[in-house]
C-alpha cells in the first residue's frame, strides 16, 4: 500500500474552534506499517480537533474489532478493541515530535499527517496477551486444547516410578519420627 492522503489534515483553512474528523480503518491500513497481527481490523476513528491561535488540541478515540489469533491454541477470534489519544500541537522553529503528548511544527507548516499517531493509537491498546473467550470460559472445543489437555501433568496421577534409594531414605525418616 503506498502513503495515503486520506490521513493528511490540512488546518489552514480551517476556522478557529472544533472540527470532527471521522476515519475508517481497515486490515491494509495496518499492513502500509508492515503489522500483520490482525486477520482482519474494522476499526472507527474520531478525531476532536479544536484549532487555536498559537496551537492545536488533537484528541483520538478509537473503536473497533480484530480478528485476531489467540496465543494459545491459535484461533482466531474478534477482539474488541478501543483506545485514546491525546495530542497538542505548537509551533516552533523545526519539528519535533520527541514528547509524545507534544508535537512542535515548523512555522508555516499547514498539514499534518495522523497516520502514524492512528496506528500506534491502536496498537499499543492491543492486549499483551490475546486469549480467545472460550478458553476463559472453557467452551471452547479445539485440537490443539485437547492436545494441551492429553500433554498436561496429572496431578491426580501418582507418580509410580520412584528411585528405590529414596524410598529407603523415606522409611529412615518415618522410623525416626515414631
Known sequence: MKKSNDFVLSFFGLKEGKHIFEYKIDKQFFEFFGFDEFLVADFRVT???IKKSTLLELYFSSKGLATVACDVTN?????????ALNLVVKFGEEFDDDNEEVLILPHGEHQLDLSQYIYEMIVLAVP????HPGIEDGTLQSDILKKLEELSPD???????TDPRWDDLKKLLIDKKK
Open 128 to 131: 499483551q496477551k490475546k486469549l
Open 155 to 161: 496431578k491426580n496421577k501418582e507418580v509410580k516410578d
Open 75 to 83: 484461533e482466531p477470534f474478534e477482539l474488541p478493541i478501543e483506545g
Open 47 to 49: 478525531l476532536e480537533f
